[in-house]
């Protein structure tokens, strides 16, 4: 499969480190680093989102959670944003346009609110939309009202890929993707 750019999506130190990272963060780094070192060996754009949290939020800007784990080069962009979907009221579709990207490959955090929003977003504005099974991850869902079950957050992360439907390609492992610049082709 192969992308023309890479989104990482709200990557940011409050839900990949520590006490409170998702379940399984390790091993995501571990996948969204492969995506990212791919990237950057065949030139292909990064653009990383960073969300704006709310006072207090774990991801409030200028607080220590709000970093980005993966510092972008100075070739790379960030693009910042205050709503689940990197579309709305920020200049992503204007770069992606700007750059002449088609398809892009999609990885980071939370799988069912961020992530499926800005992949939906972008399948809206038609760029082929790729997302790697082990590059993205959520937080278990707690038990519901009338007792119904926890959901593992493995599922969720699933269960959010399937909501996608039909449109978008999802990859088995990043070591599935391949990025290949427009301008390279």
Excluded at 97 to 116: D, K, P, W, Y
Excluded at 168 to 177: E, G, K, M, Q, R
Aim: charged share 20%; glycine share 8%; with cysteine.
């Amino acid at each position: 499969m192969e992308a023309d750019a890479l989104i990482v999506i709200d990557v940011q130190v409050a839900f990949v480190t520590g006490s409170e990272a998702v379940p399984g963060h390790t091993a995501l780094l571990e996948a969204i680093g492969t995506l990212i070192d791919a990237a950057r060996a065949a030139g292909a754009p990064i653009i990383f989102l960073q969300n704006d949290g709310e006072a207090g939020a774990p991801d409030e800007p200028r607080q220590p959670g709000w970093k980005l784990h993966f510092p972008p080069r100075v070739d790379e962009i960030t693009v910042r944003k205050t709503t689940d979907d990197g579309f709305e009221q920020t200049e992503l579709d204007d770069i992606l346009t700007r750059l002449g990207i088609h398809t892009v490959a999609l990885c980071g955090v939370l799988s069912e609110m961020c992530v499926a929003a800005t992949a939906r977003a972008a399948m809206q504005r038609d760029y082929g939309v790729i997302l790697p099974h082990d590059g993205h991850a959520t937080y278990d869902v707690p038990p519901g009202p009338g007792g119904s079950a926890k959901v593992p957050a493995s599922m969720a992360a699933r269960a959010a890929e399937w909501s996608l439907g039909d449109e978008i390609t999802v990859a088995a492992s990043v070591a599935d993707i391949r990025f290949a610049w427009p301008s390279q082709k």
